[in-house]
């Protein structure tokens, strides 16, 4: 980045509602559903589409078959352009980060094709399951006409999404760009997490759905923070390399800076070698439930509303690659 | 005739040091270009996953290259994506001069730009099976491997080099993006070199999502044919070695393309279907020319999409339509009538394709089709037709309206 850019705008989908402010209340207030799976259970906090705003989507002809991920991103970002009136969408770009991506409607379909027979598989669903679906609705609905992007990744893909975007702003590609990410919850998920073992480092650690969006634009004077550095691509794949990656990123910022603690999953013995003699920032708050990707999107706009003038927000990454941000207020 | 082939001069530095594919009708570039040329198809019975109770049940599966410079063991945890991307990748990087003689990168951070849209879906499937049987062995591996960035993490342990990495996952344009983007990465400074490629693996699910929905041919895939049926499914991957001419130079590296233009956009009329207009098509077309500073007249050959459903082929000769206006339009060619339709690796194949077609100045030949439709009939390309021109037009177009075009041009 020759120059930093501006986070203009957020919009917030969670399970406490809309509102950025409810990140923190969503994290305290636990609006819990208990899922079973016949092997495991666990506190899953999910968002009701039927109520409000949320229900706002719901009759919209291309959004009423549409999988849940959908609803969660076009809330996030149409709060965004909700608070901006003065910036034409036909001229923003849109950036998506998924770590899961259509996962309940791909289950849903395969499930189907399986039981079902082959002959007998859903065209209605089909198309649901591809992963750039969700922000296609977006784009429809919003009028949004920039250029468009589905990223896949680790949860630290976020931070690959900002990159995208500030790419774009240097290019000229456009004059702002939402990056939003998301992620929606399917009961099979809890397998996926057990079978990786992704539960044994984090065993209070709940599973929650929804998403985050930023609005980023060249620098500018109303700005609620300011992105100084995008660091991404710290690679790693098990325990020792996780380390190296850690520490290497970590030394790629101002020693003076603190780094949010967001260190949760089975990367933290790594992350807190590395952070040794850091400060800590607690910006981006406690929580007890996991939503990959939105979690990243969620960290970063708490970050923003923090007390916090300047700080470093890590994105560890859950099985391949670290990113960070550097922000000020 | 040389002289004007190499005459066009770009205001772009972006430049292709280096290629490698893994397609349906050869496990490495020469072997594919060279039935590409002939004018040799891929279809055959589906064996790799299982389509019985499918309307159709052939396709066009990929030859399997041996990985023998990794462990068995190693090797038999990989997806089959990954299986089909580490040759490609490899052979991209031996092309380049970027493979040290021990096997990894000469960079120990090479950026990758990157397309697949089922991820090694093959893993994900077997995870759903065992959960729902109750079954708990091997789980562990299969959903460990099954995400795209495990792909990456093969490439990049495999490959000896870390750094960022960009999927990008837009349906069927996203191995033309992962290419942009590449090249977006150089033109704005934010990378001097990338490996962008894409890889695609025949999977159920996705096999029967086309299925379902009658988009697959029930005989030949014929692109741009009034009597098309649908679509053939494939697998492949293909990456390229794209950096800055001033990188490629400092390096000595023997300079092999060029990449002087890309559009995207984003057609709102439907999930599945394109405007039939074209008009989206049409304008992403037009962007890729302005940031090349083109006019459509110097495009001497078109790799389109053609995917050989009606929609598709329509829409598309309907924009091609409207930008060539000329007596002597572009020589089109859909090379899925050959190789199927690889969805995150088509655009990288196809771009491998036109350079290539710059490179020997050869155009494949459009088989299977036999009665052209009225938009583009003697646009395409028959059997040992020289390329005249010095730029190839790479379009795909993809679900959820994602369209991409680049332009790539003779060194």
Partial sequence: MREPISILAVGVSCPGGSDPALLEAAWSSRQVAQITN?????????????????NRWRMRPRLRRASPLSHHLIEAVAQILESRPDIDPSRVGLVGAFFIGCLVYSVRFYKGLTTDGRRFASPILFPETVVNTPLSHVVSELKIGGPVYSQTGDTSCWSTALRTAALWLANGDVEHVIVV???EFDPVFLDVMQSARWFASQPETGV?????AILLGKKSPDALAQIHRIADGFSFRNRAQASVAAETLVGEFDPSLPFADTARNWTRPAVAKALSGRNLSNACGESNFEAFAATCAWNTIRAVRS???????PFWGLSQQMGAIEISR | MAGSFYSVQSSQEVVVTGWGCVSPLGGNTESTWSRLIAGEGARAPISCIPVEGCRVVEGAEA??????????????RLSRAARLALPAAREAMVDAGI???????????????????????????????GVWAGNTRQQSSRVSRYPAQQQVADLQQSLGFSGPAMVVSNACASGANAIGHAADLVRGGFANIVLAGGFEALCELVYCGFDCLQALAPDDCRPFDANRRGLMLGEGAAFLVIESAVHAAARGAKIKGRIIGYGHTTDTHHITQPDPTGG????????????????????????????????NDSAEAAAFARVFTENSPPRLVSTKAAIGHTLGAAGTLEAVFSLLALQTRRIPPQIKTTTPIPEVAGWLAQPGEVLEKPVVLSVNLGFGGSNAALLLAAV
């Fill in chain 1, 38 to 54: 016949p092997a495991i259970t666990r506190e899953v906090a999910t968002i009701d589409l039927a109520a409000e705003p949320f």
């Fill in chain 1, 181 to 183: 990410g998301g992620e």
């Fill in chain 1, 208 to 212: 929650a759905e929804g998403a985050g």
């Fill in chain 1, 307 to 313: 007390a916090d003038s300047r700080l470093v927000v």
């Fill in chain 2, 63 to 76: 030859v399997m290259p041996k990985i023998d410079w990794l462990p068995k063991k190693s090797v038999s």
């Fill in chain 2, 99 to 129: 493979l040290g003689s021990d096997g990894r990168s000469v960079f120990s951070r090479l950026e990758m730009s990157l397309s697949t849209t089922a991820n090694g879906m093959e893993l994900g499937e077997a995870f759903l099976q």
């Fill in chain 2, 280 to 311: 989206p098509l049409e304008i992403c077309i037009r962007r890729a020319l302005d940031q090349a500073g083109l006019q459509h007249s110097a495009i001497g050959h078109i790799n389109a999409h053609g995917t050989g459903t009606p929609f």
